[in-house]
Structures are given as structure tokens and as C-alpha cells.
């Protein structure tokens, strides 16, 4: 099937999910071979991370591609093929394969999809941002966004775009996030 992709614009948000949603992103194991494979797609394939959470069973991030390269599903799917190298290499267990997925040589690691949405300006980028960062509460993981260590929060902190206390568990049930959903 061929799926349409926004090729407009240079800052996206993307939702990638694991196999069945089996939580092993924010395992040490799963934390450390994400960081490696998007480090090393970086050198070859460079894009900026605006922002990222972690959550056990996807990821969230916001990236900012080169202004002569739009090609972000070649990078996502760098991203997965790489983690899923070094997820395995290291032992780490594979899901349940199905026989499409071994017809076509594909490990149990990653949704065979993506979402994505391209940020229109800086106002969606900020609504893109906050509903990322307040990710790890809608999905009652923590009760302050400030709580979770896996995400670019308490930099945006830092530059001032956020106090501390934002983000608590009575904040995101508003309808401002509804299309990302």
C-alpha cells in the first residue's frame, strides 16, 4: 500500500510504536539501543530532536530535517532497523511473529507504521511539544510531568518555556490535543 506522507515543511511529530506495544523502550536496554541508532542515523541522515518522550511502548518526538531533505521515513526506518539489531544482539527478546511478518524476513520489534504530522507553525509546534511532554500523565505513568525521565521536559524547563509544576494530572484532559490522539 502506499500511504501519503506530508513532504511540506521541515519540523514533523511522530508517534512510533512497538510490536504489540510490548514496553521495552524505557528498559536500560531499550533506552540505550535507541540512543545508539538515533545517534548513529544522525551522522548519515541528519535531523534535529525538538523534543522526545519515552514511554514504555512508543515514542513521541518532535524532529527538525535539513531544508534540502524531507525524507523522514527513510530516517524512522534507519531508527527501527538499527534498534532492532542492537535490541537483538543483545539478547533482547523478540515478540510474537506472525507469518506475514516471517514471509517478509520482518522482526517482532516495531509497528510496521508510523504517525505523523507536520508542524504548520510555531503554535502547533508548541501544542505538538506540550502534548508529548504531558504524554506520561494522560497515560497515568506519573502524576507531574516534571516526574518522568524520559523526555526533553526538564530542558524546556531550563530555557524557560515551562515552570516546574506544569503539566500535573488535572492539565492535559482538555480538548487541545485532540487531533494528535
Known amino acids: 500500500?502506499?500511504?501519503?506522507?506530508?513532504?511540506?515543511?521541515?519540523?514533523?511529530?511522530?508517534?512510533?510504536?512497538?510490536?504489540?506495544?510490548?514496553?521495552?523502550?524505557?528498559?536500560?536496554?531499550?533506552?540505550?539501543?535507541?540512543?545508539?541508532?538515533?545517534?548513529?542515523?544522525?551522522?548519515?541522515?541528519?535531523?534535529?530532536?525538538?523534543?522526545?518522550?519515552?514511554?514504555?511502548?512508543h515514542i513521541h518526538t518532535i524532529w527538525t530535517l535539513p531544508i534540502i531533505d524531507s525524507d523522514y521515513s527513510?530516517?524512522?526506518?534507519?531508527?527501527?532497523?538499527?534498534?532492532?539489531?542492537?535490541?537483538?544482539?543483545?539478547?533482547?527478546?523478540?515478540?510474537?511473529?506472525?507469518?506475514s511478518r516471517e514471509s517478509k524476513n520482518e522482526k517482532a520489534i516495531w509497528q510496521r507504521r508510523f504517525y505523523e504530522h507536520t508542524c504548520r507553525d510555531e503554535l502547533d509546534m508548541k501544542r505538538c511539544v506540550d502534548y508529548l511532554h504531558v504524554n506520561p500523565v494522560k497515560h497515568r505513568l506519573v502524576e507531574k510531568v516534571k516526574e518522568w525521565p524520559w523526555s526533553t521536559f526538564h530542558r524546556y524547563v531550563k530555557l524557560g518555556e515551562y515552570s516546574m509544576d506544569w503539566g500535573n494530572s488535572s492539565h492535559w484532559y482538555g480538548d487541545e490535543f485532540k487531533n494528535l490522539e
Open 1 to 57: 500500500m502506499k500511504y501519503r506522507r506530508s513532504k511540506v515543511g521541515r519540523t514533523y511529530f511522530f508517534t512510533i510504536v512497538t510490536h504489540q506495544r510490548r514496553p521495552i523502550l524505557t528498559t536500560q536496554l531499550g533506552r540505550s539501543c535507541l540512543r545508539t541508532a538515533i545517534k548513529s542515523i544522525q551522522k548519515g541522515h541528519p535531523f534535529d530532536i525538538a523534543a522526545i518522550v519515552l514511554l514504555p511502548d
Open 74 to 99: 527513510t530516517r524512522i526506518r534507519l531508527v527501527k532497523s538499527k534498534f532492532t539489531k542492537l535490541w537483538l544482539s543483545s539478547h533482547g527478546q523478540e515478540g510474537i511473529t506472525s507469518t
